[in-house]
C-alpha cells in the first residue's frame, strides 16, 4: 500500500504517522515492520524514528497477521455452577478474560481449555465459551457456555435482559436512597481506555444503584445493570462525581489493595440445559471484605 504525506505531517515521526494512518495496526508491530524493511520512505528504508517532511510517499509492505488460538494453560479456577450446557466460574481480581491489547497468556480462556473437555466455538479461537466479560480487576461471577446452542441461548438472554446483573460497590463520597442512571455510554475522545457518560452520543445504559451502608468518605452500594456495556458501572458512577474507590482511570484515588472496590456479586438466567431459572452469588472476596473493614462507619 502507498501513503501520502502532506504538509500537517511535517515533524511526525515514521512509526507515529504509520500508526495514525493504520490505526488496526499496533504501533509495535508498525516498528517490526520498519525494522524489517517492510516500510520504505521515496523508495529507502525507513527507521521508527524517521521524520517527516510532508511531501513523501510510504509504501508499507504488511507481514501476514499470524492465526491466533487460545492454549491450555494449568491455571486453578473456582467453579460456583455447572451443568450440561453452562458453567459460572468466580472470576478473581487481576485476570483478563481472553487475550488482547499485549495480554497473550494467563486469562480466563486458557484456564478454561485446560479444564474443560468443550466450549463453545461461536466467540472463535481467542473466546471460545465466553458470552459476557468482566473487567480485569472486577471479580465475581462469569457465565461460560459449553455448546454453541448455550451460547445462543446465553447471548439472547443477555440481549433481551433477561439475565439478572446484581454487583457490590464502594464508591467516594455520599450517596443516599436509590437511583437510577440512563445516560449512554460512548469512548472518551481523549482517553480511549476509558468510557465516557458525560456526552450526548453513545450506547444507551441503564444503571440502578441503592446506598446500603455509609462510611467517612465513602458509600457502599448495591448495583443493578440492565444494559453490558464497556465499564458501565465505572463511567456512570464517575460520571455523577463518586467514581469507584481505588479506580484511578475514573478519577478515583488509589488504594492499598492494588484494585478498584467492584464485585459482580449475583447473577441469575436461565440454564439453556434446563430452562430452569438460576441464581448464582459469589462469595465477597477477603481482600474487598477487609478494606470494607477498614473503614471508619461513621458517614461523611
Known sequence: MILKTDEPDRGKRLDALLHERLPEYSRSRLQTWIREGRVH??????KPSSTIRGCEDIEVNPAPMPAL????????????????????????????????????????????????????????????????R?????????????????????????????????????????????????????????????????????????????AVEHFRDFTFLEIRIGTGRTHQIRAHMASLGHPVAGDRLYGGKASPWNRYFLHAWRLGFRSPATGQRLTVESPFPPELLEWKSSLDPRPA
Open 69 to 132: 488460538k487460545a492454549e491450555a494453560e494449568d491455571i486453578p479456577l473456582s467453579v460456583l455452577y455447572e451443568d450440561d450446557a453452562v458453567v459460572a466460574i468466580d472470576k478473581p481480581a487481576g485476570m483478563v478474560v481472553h487475550a488482547g491489547a499485549g495480554v497473550h497468556g494467563g486469562t480466563v480462556v486458557n484456564a478454561l481449555l485446560h479444564r474443560f473437555q468443550s466450549l463453545s466455538s461461536v466467540g472463535g479461537d481467542i473466546r471460545p465459551g465466553i458470552v459476557h
Open 41 to 46: 520512505v521515496n523508495g529507502v528504508r525507513g
Open 134 to 210: 468482566l473487567d480485569r480487576f472486577t471479580t465475581g461471577v462469569l457465565l461460560v457456555a459449553k455448546t454453541d446452542a448455550a451460547h445462543q441461548n446465553l447471548a439472547l438472554q443477555f440481549s433481551s435482559r433477561e439475565v439478572e446483573k446484581t454487583y457490590l460497590t464502594l464508591v467516594e463520597g455520599e450517596l443516599t436512597g436509590t437511583g437510577r442512571i440512563r445516560k449512554p455510554i460512548a469512548r472518551d475522545p481523549g482517553n480511549r481506555a476509558r468510557m465516557t457518560a458525560r456526552l450526548s452520543t453513545g450506547r444507551s445504559a441503564l444503571t440502578d444503584w441503592k
